[in-house]
């Protein structure tokens, strides 16, 4: 055999490998994250296509959508059905993000690059996880892939943006949730006005952390000090987050509700919840 031909042949076996990888059980689940919801228009050209409880964002634009993570493996199938619902097609999706690399918002990456050949472009903390199913995190992983591997085409840091149609992003570096946690900044407008949203990824301190160092994330209390100290900061106009029970989105609106950005509206909620966040940091901090 020459060698192009051997090469090949590492590359296919490779390939099935690959494929064939099983993947690690899931360390947690919760029903809320499966069951469905029904998408709808949260401000201008901004729509929340996601699961009861796992955000899931689309910035449909006339060159094509962002959609901001994909929930659950098997929550894809609903995204599509949501898009479709709101008369979008998953086909159009070009650009795809995440709040952060964990499978509960990440997991359907690779189905959905799959199926659209949307460049997926991640916080460059996020990108090793990302790369190896989340394998590397510094909390879930260890066990091997938990999510199907997505390489990234664009690595992203603090204050970058991502534009697409007329709808430009910015990337808010916020780690510790994971190393890559961040949250976005867009500007969206309807016929009335323009609104500034956040789509934010809260600072959640996972059980058994150990704000002197993780093993594999060092740097994981200076991380959260940066995040809490950063996200008190932000100014913006509506907010939402990459759990629906984040911003308390069930009781600011009703299945079947008409169009009302403002029910998105106000921080007293958002600041209510980073101090809670802080408190755990503070109380964590002084016990370890
Ligand atoms: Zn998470």
Same mark, same amino acid.
């Given at each position: 055999?020459?060698? &192009?031909?051997?090469?090949?042949?590492?590359?296919?076996?490779?390939?099935?490998?690959?494929?064939?990888?099983?993947?690690? /059980?899931?360390? #947690?689940?919760?029903? !809320?994250? @499966?069951?469905?919801?029904?998408?709808? *228009? +949260?401000?201008?050209?901004?729509?929340?296509?996601?699961?009861?409880?796992?955000?899931?964002?689309?910035?449909?634009? /006339?060159?094509?959508?962002?959609? +901001?993570?994909?929930?659950?493996?098997? @929550?894809?199938?609903?995204?599509?059905?949501?898009?479709?619902?709101?008369? %979008?097609? #998953?086909?159009? +999706? =070009?650009?795809?993000?995440?709040?952060?690399?964990?499978?509960?918002?990440?997991?359907?990456?690779?189905?959905? =690059?799959?199926?659209?050949?949307?460049?997926? #472009?991640?916080?460059?903390?996020?990108?090793?996880?990302? !790369?190896?199913?989340?394998?590397?995190?510094?909390?879930?992983?260890? =066990?091997?892939?938990?999510?199907?591997?997505?390489?990234?085409?664009?690595?992203?840091? $603090?204050?970058?943006?991502?534009?697409?149609?007329?709808?430009?992003?910015?990337?808010?570096?916020?780690?510790?949730?994971?190393?890559? @946690?961040?949250?976005?900044?867009?500007?969206?407008? $309807?016929?009335? *006005?323009?609104?500034?949203?956040?789509?934010?990824?809260?600072?959640? &301190?996972?059980?058994?952390?150990?704000?002197?160092?993780?093993?594999?994330? /060092?740097?994981?209390?200076?991380? %959260?000090?940066?995040?809490?100290? @950063?996200?008190?900061?932000?100014?913006?106009?509506?907010?939402?987050?990459?759990?629906?029970?984040?911003?308390?989105?069930?009781?600011? *609106?009703?299945?079947? $509700?008409?169009?009302?950005? !403002?029910?998105?509206?106000? *921080?007293?909620?958002?600041?209510?919840?980073?101090?809670?966040?802080?408190?755990?940091?503070?109380?964590? =901090?002084?016990?370890?």
């Amino acid at each position: 055999m020459n060698k &192009i031909v051997i090469s090949l042949l590492i590359l296919a076996v490779a390939h099935t490998t690959l494929i064939a990888q099983k993947l690690a /059980p899931l360390p #947690m689940n919760n029903k !809320e994250w @499966s069951d469905s919801c029904q998408p709808f *228009r +949260i401000a201008g050209n901004l729509y929340y296509v996601g699961t009861y409880d796992l955000g899931c964002y689309l910035l449909a634009t /006339p060159k094509g959508h962002i959609l +901001i993570n994909t929930g659950l493996a098997e @929550s894809v199938p609903m995204i599509k059905k949501n898009m479709q619902q709101l008369g %979008f097609n #998953m086909a159009d +999706i =070009k650009i795809l993000l995440t709040t952060q690399a964990h499978f509960d918002h990440v997991a359907g990456m690779a189905d959905i =690059k799959k199926q659209t050949g949307a460049k997926m #472009m991640v916080d460059e903390k996020d990108a090793k996880a990302l !790369e190896d199913g989340g394998n590397s995190d510094y909390y879930m992983g260890g =066990k091997g892939p938990l999510y199907l591997p997505v390489k990234p085409d664009k690595l992203l840091k $603090d204050h970058d943006t991502i534009g697409l149609g007329g709808t430009k992003l910015e990337l808010l570096h916020h780690p510790g949730h994971t190393k890559g @946690s961040c949250s976005y900044l867009v500007t969206v407008k $309807d016929e009335k *006005r323009s609104y500034t949203v956040l789509i934010a990824n809260i600072p959640t &301190i996972l059980g058994g952390t150990k704000l002197s160092g993780m093993p594999g994330y /060092p740097e994981i209390g200076k991380d %959260f000090a940066y995040t809490l100290e @950063s996200m008190k900061k932000v100014q913006f106009d509506l907010w939402v987050a990459s759990h629906a029970s984040q911003f308390d989105m069930h009781n600011k *609106r009703k299945a079947g $509700d008409a169009y009302n950005p !403002e029910a998105f509206a106000g *921080r007293s909620d958002y600041d209510t919840i980073i101090k809670e966040r802080e408190t755990d940091y503070k109380k964590l =901090k002084d016990q370890q």
